[in-house]
């Protein structure tokens, strides 16, 4: 699988990008055809919190692409209740078969 992270108006740390990479490589566990996984980062209103914004979309074939929006403290937050949404809507793809 491969993992485009987009960062907006701002440049992700090796860090952050390393810690979607890993949240992100655990999705093929509940779904072994995903074939991409777009991740973008931004930044809402920046002095208040709840301000970062993680958006996942999995490209998966045969099926409808799947996609989860979470705004969080921080992006490691965001993305992980980004990656809860997804293993949900990955389980739900897999029953409705």
Do not use: C, G, Y
Not at 56 to 64: A, D, G, M, V, Y
Not at 74 to 91: H, M, N, S, W
């Amino acid at each position: 699988m491969e993992i485009k992270v987009k960062a907006i108006h701002f440049d992700a740390t090796e860090k952050l990008e390393q810690f979607i990479n890993k949240k992100v490589e655990k999705l093929v566990k509940h779904h072994e055809e995903i074939t991409d996984a777009e991740v973008t980062l931004k930044v809402v209103k920046p002095e208040t919190a709840m301000n970062k914004e993680a958006s996942i979309k999995l490209f998966i074939p045969r099926n409808e692409d799947l996609f989860a929006n979470k705004v969080a403290d921080t992006f490691e937050e965001a993305v992980d209740l980004a990656v809860d949404a997804l293993k949900r809507q990955l389980e739900k793809t897999k029953k409705d078969k």
